[in-house]
């Protein structure tokens, strides 16, 4: 990616969208806007000093909401380029309302709430459609529960929270842990305000609370106004500190997720969703529970699938390697259901296909490894682009030519073409490319050759 930005022949335009494409290959005219980022790119510094003063606080997408960011922010740490961007649907400036601390803070000069989306218009001979997919929804599969039990999450969920750069700075906190931890931040802010209140009727009558609310509850000061609002304030404060006792004793039991489910063809190999395997996921459960394991030598990882894929060259001894030395447990089955368990751990009900057995087993968290689906622009982009879609929503390819879509000069590469991890992706890339210089070559040498007729 670095190399991209800094290659003398590309030119990056991130945060953009192709509106419209004319002419034919080799000679096509593509409309694009370029989304205004209310930061001047070129002077933005990347510093983030806005950021941290930026009052706006809204879900962060990246993190897979399980983290929060604010409206004036970068996609993700290392992106290119490095600008920021405020996010127009929250931005209190950019709403109408007053605030505008971001561009006292920002040192460079570089927000600008003037600045407008651009249209620019490109001619080249070829284009590559690298739009990329999206991960299957599970919560259409009702017996996995994943909008029910907290911890029952995504395996891209589970990568943000393995990440060091992530919500949880890496550490495997479990989403029920984390809503508790958030409830008692939330409690303990409310017990301080009522705190302070009650703290000033104590000092002006020279009184504790509970003596006063003892004497209030046996019907003394009843058309005392004042009292009345410090024995409401009392009662507040009561009510709100016990539930915040009990939560914050049960947050003493709390410990990073040690015993993990992975659930493979989450929507894969599924007659119902996508029939086809999406090639990836087995590897990238078998890699997240290797760097769990890393994270903590006590984890253990149960792999619950049909089979598992290890097609690639040194993947079947990566896979071997996780079961002698990262606590992996191989499991044939097929899953039943995933039901809520004490302590908010989930209960996985299988049928071992080995031996033919039902059984269930509670785990601390249960990731599922969903499927690959074409990218929810997919639809958009194949009608601005005039390519077709195939039968699963991926852009369709020619039989013969695997990286040409059925409009000539357009290529597909990566997942948008179809399921594949990052290495064939890139390989795909590369040959996407080669087959794109064809197109401009042949162009350029047919306009050359009519040049030269003409002269
Ligand atoms: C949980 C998880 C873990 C994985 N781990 C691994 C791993 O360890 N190793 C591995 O090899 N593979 C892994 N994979 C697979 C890997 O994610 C894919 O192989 C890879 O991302 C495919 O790359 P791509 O460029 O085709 O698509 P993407 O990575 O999806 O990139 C497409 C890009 O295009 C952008 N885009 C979409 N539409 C438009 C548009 N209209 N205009 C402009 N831009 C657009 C998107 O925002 C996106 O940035 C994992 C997958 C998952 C779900
Ligand atoms: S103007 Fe918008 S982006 Fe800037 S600090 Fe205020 S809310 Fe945040
Ligand atoms: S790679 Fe593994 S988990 Fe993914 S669809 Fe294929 S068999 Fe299922």
């Known amino acids: ?27 096509f005219k593509v409309t694009v806007r370029r989304k205004a980022r209310y930061v001047e790119e070129d002077k933005c510094t990347g510093c983030a000093a806005c950021t941290e003063k ?10 897979q909401g399980l983290g929060t960011r604010r409206a004036i922010y970068s996609w993700f740490a290392q992106g290119i380029p490095s600008t920021h961007t405020i996010d127009p649907d929250y931005c209190r400036q950019l709403l109408g309302k007053k605030c505008g601390i971001c561009q006292k803070t920002c040192q460079a000069d570089a ?8 249209i620019i218009e490109l001619h080249v001979g070829a284009i590559i459609v690298a739009a990329g997919y999206d991960v299957f929804d599970p919560s ?4 996995y529960n994943y909008t029910n039990i907290a911890n029952v999450i995504t395996a891209l969920e589970f990568e943000r929270l393995l990440s060091a750069s992530g919500p949880t700075g890496g550490h495997l906190d479990r989403p029920s842990d984390r809503a508790i931890e958030a409830e008692i931040e939330d409690l303990a802010k409310k017990v301080k305000k009522l705190q302070k209140a ?27 106004e004042e009292r009345g609002q410090w024995a409401e304030k009392y009662a507040g404060y009561l009510a709100v500190r016990e539930p915040l006792e009990t939560l914050k004793k049960k947050a003493e039991g709390f410990s990073a997720a040690k015993k993990l489910a992975f659930i493979q063809c989450v929507g894969s190999r599924d007659f119902r969703f996508y029939p086809f395997c999406s090639g990836y996921c087995c590897m990238h459960s078998i890699k997240e529970a290797i760097i769990a394991h890393e994270h903590g030598a006590e984890t253990t990882s149960t792999i619950f699938g049909m089979d598992i894929r290890a097609v690639g060259k040194g993947f079947e001894e990566y896979k071997i390697r996780g079961g002698n030395h990262s606590n992996i447990t191989y499991c044939r089955s097929r899953i039943a259901e995933i039901t809520h368990g004490p302590d908010n751990n989930p209960v996985v009900t299988y049928e071992d296909t080995q031996e033919q057995r039902v059984k269930s087993e509670e785990f601390d968290l249960v990731i599922l490894a969903t499927a690959c689906a074409p990218g929810k622009g997919a639809k958009q982009l194949s009608e601005i682009l005039a390519i ?18 059925t409009r000539e000069g357009i290529f597909v590469c990566g997942c948008a073409h179809g399921p594949m991890d990052i290495p064939e992706s890139v390989s795909q890339g590369s040959s996407a490319a080669a087959r794109a210089v064809q197109v401009v070559v042949a162009n350029r040498d047919s306009e050359e050759e009519k040049i030269r007729q003409a002269s």
């Open 54 to 63: 930026c009052p706006t606080i809204v879900s962060d997408a990246f993190n």
């Open 198 to 224: 009650v703290e000033k009727f104590e000092k002006k009558y020279d009184e504790t609370s509970s003596e006063f609310y003892q004497a209030y509850q046996d019907g003394n000061y009843k058309d005392d």
């Open 140 to 143: 259409v599969i009702p017996e």
């Open 1 to 27: 990616m670095l190399d991209v930005g800094r290659h003398p022949n590309i030119e990056l335009m991130a945060y953009s969208e192709v509106e419209k494409v004319e002419g034919t290959a080799g000679d």
């Open 388 to 405: 077709e879609l195939n039968a699963f929503g991926f852009f369709k390819t020619s039989k013969s030519q695997p990286l040409d879509t």
């Open 111 to 118: 927000i600008n709430f003037e600045q407008k989306d651009r």
